[in-house]
């Protein structure tokens, strides 16, 4: 098995979770539980912001199964360098956090909405690790000549 498929086996994985989390306890704070934003206590007070909540968690958690299920074909029906231009894509599209995202999560820690205090940065290191996973199997697969 070749640094790519690793990475992404690995992705896949640690995604699901996320998945699981997002559509079955939505209120954790583990992994991508959104009850880290305050805000996702507030939305509890009024029913249809409580409903919109909801329907965004349940909107991302299905984006990433798009996301997991696409990467599975890849890599079962995936030439060489299908798997390599998808770790390419997944290296550009995860690097999309830091443009919008995280400046809000940031803004957000900040203004003492986010709980724990200084998930900004743990979720920005996640973020990061992912990248570092993606981007070091892509130098690793294109250094060794096509991988394993």
């Not at 957000?108 to 996640?126: A, E, F, Q, R, V």
Request: proline share 2%.
């Amino acid at each position: 098995m070749d640094i790519l498929k690793i990475a992404i086996i690995l992705f896949c994985i640690l995604e699901f979770a996320n998945v699981l989390i997002l559509y079955f306890r939505p209120d954790s704070k583990l992994g991508n539980g959104v009850a880290v934003f305050d805000s996702w206590k507030d939305a509890k007070k009024e029913e249809s912001l409580d409903l919109f909540a909801h329907y965004m968690a349940y909107w991302v958690a299905g984006v990433k199964l798009i996301v997991i299920f696409l990467l599975v074909v890849i890599l079962f029906t995936g030439t060489e360098t299908t798997k390599l231009c998808a770790v390419i894509a997944m290296i550009l599209s995860i690097a999309t956090y830091f443009w919008k995202l995280h400046p809000i999560i940031k803004k957000l820690d900040h203004m003492n909405k986010i709980t724990p205090k200084g998930y900004s940065k743990t979720l920005g290191w996640m973020i990061a690790g992912f990248l570092i996973m993606f981007s070091v199997a892509f130098f690793i697969y294109v250094l060794t000549g096509l991988g394993s």
